[in-house]
């Protein structure tokens, strides 16, 4: 395990290709002409919809109705697309990156992220898959496969009462990961990780508001210090009576997300149940999504200390909300003792008693009690005057608070260099000076803690002093509320072209006074923000997962089988007919001249191929694609053609993992921007539903269970 260091920050994004861009400005145009239409759609047939239901965010899977009024801009900007620019915009800073990316993909290692420090650590699969392996085994158990099909099936009845079955898919097949404490003593001799488990239920989307709406009314009812930000904390501290006779008790909750039982979370519902009406659909909603499993080498597991499958995950929708409802109830406990001079932020723990030592010593008891009760584990200090809570360290000595930063994480910022909108890169250094004057009590505080946060933007490329400048309150300007369309372009500083600028043009000259949609389709309700491209920290978890997956499948004696055809010189690509995943092209000879086709297929090629042979010589199916009408015409009118089929790309299809598609991607890429590749293909595509992920639909999900029922 060796240690390695960047020395910027991973949240930097290098530039791409022009190919991985146009693919993204797609995606991006695609969604946004989606939410566009189905806007219009509503705005035109206001009685459309005889019912309306609590979506709880989940978009509808149904392709939008083409609307005649949009044509104009769906055409100008698809122009706009294809009519892309770049340009080779080079920096020294750029340079670096990709030179690193180059040596991280080439090399064979995984690179490893630090828990709370900016630090990774290159690791061989081997060693990386036994670490994973100790952490997964100390907690978890192998689980039957039959406990995932009845998670989705409990789920889909749910999804079903709420009519989101069609919108909801089934719990995402995400691997466990992870990362390593090396700020824990005797790191190097003995590793400790923390374990991620990414895995989760989409029902937890649903609890996740609910449990807000719960939480919001408990802290409202009993004036709860659970804090949300370091700002709150702040506050708190400002209105601590006599601080020289006051010491902190601050205390830490050891595991809390996975500690939370089933019992404890029931025992905070009811205590929540006082301050608000929870159905028993909505208790049951926030149960069900707790039932969770971990994923580790393709196979489920299971918490050891728990038969139904409850756990609170790190990662899961709700988790935090979770944590709250549960510190809502130890508060509660905590106030009937100590008052309101306790808070609470996720699983850190701080209060302020004017005690005697002794006195605070028999309340750290008493604290550990409660903790206790709850099945939940504390690690507590009493009597200081001193503490580093969060990310600011706070003196009752001194009256006085300031910025804190963890022992060895060294500072780092976006470069100035990096491939971010300008908007971000011109705003950073302003809000670093916001947040240090924000968390330093006067002047002089900051000036002695600015110096390593003046170093990393100096680092970074800034030309920016820090200086003190705490934040007024100022009296915000009421605005009116309008809802508005995003379109949220990729940004990339290889890009020539003022993307922003002639899509104002475009929607300006689109929709003049005579087009009915105007009123919801102007420069006030359709607004442009830039989205960003895949920064260095997803590129090595990207590296990681490929570097993961080529150790665990080396190259064995047996190949796969390419083809099965009778006649190997009969196959249509050459012994290949086998191929899955890909995009593949017609092209038609004939005395007319060449014409080409393009299409995609997630299962085998000769699948898609004996379809499409079908439908040359069904007249029922001539009108299935472009590529049989073409094909039709020259057998009416008696023309001898030829078709040789070939294979374009091989693309990943959807995948509820990471919710894109990008074979359906690929293909409207290669029908927009290279138009001579498909002369058949009349449709552009850019509107279409992905049809690859009704397969994850829960509504789909009883006919997935039963095939793969068996371990």
């Keep these: 395990m060796e240690k390695v260091s960047f020395d910027y920050s991973t949240k930097n994004i290098p530039t791409t290709t022009r190919t991985n861009y146009t693919k993204r400005l797609i995606e991006k145009t695609e969604l946004f002409l989606k939410r566009l239409r189905w806007r219009a759609f509503f705005y035109l047939n206001p009685n459309a919809t005889s019912k309306s239901i609590n979506t709880y965010g989940f978009k509808s899977r149904n392709s939008p109705p083409p609307i005649p009024e949009l044509k104009d801009f769906e055409d100008k900007l698809l122009k706009l697309t294809q009519s892309i620019e770049f340009t080779n915009n080079t920096t020294d800073f750029q340079k670096k990156m990709k030179s690193d990316i180059k040596d991280i993909k080439e090399s064979n290692t995984m690179y490893v992220k630090a828990d709370k420090t900016s630090n990774f650590y290159k690791m061989n699969p081997a060693s990386y898959d ?87 009314k408990i802290i409202k009812a009993n004036n709860t210090n659970l804090w949300k930000n370091t700002n709150s904390v702040i506050n708190w501290f400002k209105n601590i009576n006599n601080k020289t006779k006051t010491h902190f008790i601050c205390f830490d909750v050891v595991e809390f997300y996975p500690s939370i039982t089933e019992r404890t979370l029931n025992e905070a519902l009811d205590f929540a149940s006082k301050f608000d009406n929870i159905t028993r659909e909505e208790r049951n909603i926030i ?8 994923y580790h080498e393709e196979r489920p597991w299971s918490k050891r200390s728990s ?13 935090a909300e979770t944590c709250e409802l549960v510190g809502c109830l130890l508060l509660s406990k905590l106030q009937a003792k100590l008052g309101n001079n306790i808070g609470l932020y996720r699983d850190d723990g701080l209060a302020a008693l004017d005690q005697t ?23 507590i200090e009493a009597n200081k005057k ?19 930063n963890k022992p060895n994480n060294i500072p780092q910022y976006v470069h100035s260099k990096s491939n971010h909108p300008p908007t971000i890169i011109r705003n950073i250094p302003e809000g670093i000076n916001k947040r240090l004057s924000q968390i330093s009590s006067n002047e002089e505080i900051f000036n002695k803690a600015t110096k390593p946060y003046q170093t990393a933007l100096n680092n970074s490329g800034y030309d920016y002093q820090l200086k003190y ?29 003022n ?49 993961q997956t080529t150790a665990k499948n ?23 007919c086998l191929a899955k995943s890909v995009i593949y092209q017609a092209t038609v000879t004939s005395e007319h001249g060449t014409e080409t086709y393009v299409g995609l297929t997630e299962t085998e090629f000769k699948t898609r191929y004996n379809n499409h042979k079908t439908s040359f010589n069904n007249p029922s199916k001539k009108l299935a694609t472009e590529l049989s009408k073409y094909i039709w015409q020259l057998k009416e009118t008696n023309t001898d053609y030829t078709i040789d089929w070939s294979i374009i790309a091989t693309a990943k299809p959807y995948s509820n993992t990471n919710k894109r598609c990008s074979l359906c991607i690929y293909e409207k890429y290669i029908i927009i921007c290279k138009p001579n590749l498909a002369t058949l293909n009349k449709r552009n595509e850019l509107v279409n539903t992905c049809r690859h992920n009704n397969k994850f639909l829960l509504r789909n999900s009883q006919k997935r269970s039963t095939k793969h029922s068996n371990p």
């Design 130 to 216: 036994k670490l994973l392996t100790n952490n997964v085994t100390k907690t978890y158990k192998l689980a039957d496969t039959s406990l995932e099909i009845n998670i989705n099936e409990e789920a889909k009845s749910i999804a079903e009462h709420l009519e989101l079955d069609d919108r909801i898919e089934t719990m995402a097949k995400r691997e466990a990961f992870i990362t390593l404490k090396d700020h824990k003593p005797n790191f190097q001799n003995n590793p400790s990780c923390r374990l991620i488990n990414p895995a989760k239920s989409e029902i937890g989307q649903i609890s996740k508001q609910i449990l807000d709406r719960i939480n919001s």
């Design 287 to 294: 149960i069900h999504a707790k039932k969770s499993l971990l």
């Design 307 to 319: 038969e139904t499958s409850f756990d609170v995950t790190m990662g899961s929708y709700d988790g």
């Design 357 to 379: 030592p002794r006195k605070i010593e028999q309340t750290k008891k008493e604290i550990c009690k409660i903790f206790k009760q709850l099945d939940l584990k504390v690690t």
């Design 386 to 404: 001193v503490v580093d809570f969060l990310d600011v360290t706070l003196n009752l000595t001194e009256n006085s608070y300031s910025p804190y």
């Design 469 to 497: 400048n705490p934040e007024e309150n100022k009296n915000q300007k009421r605005q009116r509320s309008r809802q508005i369309t995003w379109y949220n372009p990729p940004f990339d500083l290889t890009v020539k072209t």
């Design 499 to 547: 993307i922003g600028q002639q899509f104002l043009s475009i929607l300006n000259h689109s929709f003049p006074q005579t087009n009915p949609l105007r009123k919801i389709f102007n420069k006030n309700t359709v607004k442009l923000s830039y989205s960003c491209m895949p920064n260095l920290k997803n590129i090595i978890d990207s590296n990681n997962k490929n570097v």
């Design 554 to 576: 080396k190259p064995e004696a047996t190949k796969e089988k390419t083809c099965n055809c009778r006649k190997p010189n009969t196959c249509p690509l050459k012994g290949n």
